[in-house]
């Protein structure tokens, strides 16, 4: 039984060995020291960079320019009350002019001619209806600019809430990677030391396959807290809408 668990530890070991994390343990070295060095760019150029690259902030932006558009053109409606229509014609025309002599009955002398006739003039016209509620559709035009400010108002708010919410999100996950960045590593150096200490009978097989287990949980919580640190800044870049360029594998 008890070689049956020896050769079970002893597989365990080699399969240990063999993973790229053992090989890094074998010459363990500070390498916590990349991920102390992480920086990111200020919080201020992140949210209005945020704030730039927000599509439907762009949209609320358009409305507002096209409700603007909409209110100046309420506001010069009256102009189309008033108007200068002009009429030109070109043809043959009958003109009929009397020739009255004394003493003698009026004669009808018709002539036909091709010539150009035009004429000028203006108009005003005002729809009662569109007088009366003139007053109405400006103050519906000049609130629907303000309601489409607001919501783009609101928007910068949730983008501002959103890039603070995630920026400390990641540096949270910044914080947890250092530090399961400096277990590893000790844990790494322990199991070292553990396996010269197992190879020259100091310690007992079970304490090296504590230290040996212990060693592999570290090694999995560290890669979960970088996969979260990676999840954590590739949204925020997301969000802001360009790279940080952190290289950490």
């Given at each position: 039984?008890?070689?049956?668990?020896?050769s079970?530890?002893?597989?365990?070991?080699?399969?240990?060995?063999?993973?790229?994390?053992?090989?890094?343990?074998?010459?363990?070295?500070e390498?916590?020291?990349?991920?102390?060095?992480?920086?990111?760019?200020?919080l201020?150029?992140?949210?209005?960079?945020a704030?730039?690259?927000?599509?439907?902030?762009?949209?609320?932006?358009?409305?507002?320019?096209?409700?603007?558009?909409?209110?100046?053109?309420?506001?010069?409606s009256?102009?189309?009350?008033?108007?200068?229509q002009?009429?030109?014609r070109?043809?043959?025309?009958?003109?009929?002019?009397?020739?009255?002599?004394?003493?003698?009955?009026?004669?009808?002398?018709?002539?036909?001619?091709?010539?150009?006739?035009?004429?000028?003039?203006?108009?005003?016209?005002?729809?009662?209806?569109?007088?009366?509620?003139?007053?109405?559709?400006?103050?519906?035009?000049?609130?629907?600019?303000?309601?489409?400010?607001?919501m783009?108002?609101?928007?910068?708010?949730?983008?501002?809430?959103?890039?603070i919410?995630?920026y400390?999100?990641?540096?949270?996950?910044?914080?947890?990677?250092?530090?399961?960045?400096?277990?590893?590593?000790?844990?790494r150096?322990?199991?070292?030391?553990?396996?010269?200490?197992?190879?020259?009978?100091?310690?007992?097989?079970?304490?090296?396959?504590?230290?040996?287990?212990?060693?592999?949980?570290?090694?999995?919580?560290?890669?979960?807290?970088?996969?979260?640190?990676?999840?954590?800044?590739?949204?925020?870049?997301?969000?802001?809408?360009?790279?940080?360029?952190?290289?950490?594998?």
């Amino acid at each position: 039984m008890k070689f049956l668990l020896f050769s079970i530890l002893v597989g365990i070991f080699i399969s240990f060995r063999s993973c790229p994390a053992y090989a890094q343990a074998a010459n363990p070295v500070e390498r916590h020291t990349a991920y102390d060095s992480i920086t990111l760019p200020p919080l201020s150029m992140m949210i209005d960079s945020a704030i730039a690259h927000n599509a439907m902030l762009k949209f609320f932006e358009h409305s507002i320019d096209a409700k603007k558009s909409s209110l100046s053109a309420e506001s010069k409606s009256w102009t189309k009350s008033f108007g200068i229509q002009a009429d030109v014609r070109y043809g043959s025309f009958n003109n009929f002019s009397t020739n009255t002599a004394e003493g003698q009955s009026p004669s009808l002398l018709a002539t036909a001619t091709n010539q150009t006739n035009f004429g000028v003039g203006a108009y005003v016209k005002l729809p009662l209806s569109d007088f009366i509620n003139r007053k109405n559709f400006i103050q519906l035009a000049k609130a629907e600019v303000n309601q489409a400010e607001s919501m783009a108002e609101v928007q910068r708010d949730e983008i501002r809430q959103i890039v603070i919410k995630q920026y400390n999100e990641l540096i949270l996950k910044i914080s947890l990677l250092q530090i399961k960045a400096k277990n590893l590593e000790t844990s790494r150096i322990n199991l070292v030391m553990a396996e010269k200490e197992f190879q020259n009978g100091i310690i007992p097989i079970g304490t090296y396959s504590s230290i040996s287990q212990t060693a592999g949980n570290t090694e999995i919580t560290f890669q979960e807290a970088m996969s979260e640190f990676k999840t954590a800044y590739m949204i925020l870049e997301e969000i802001v809408g360009f790279k940080f360029n952190i290289n950490i594998q």
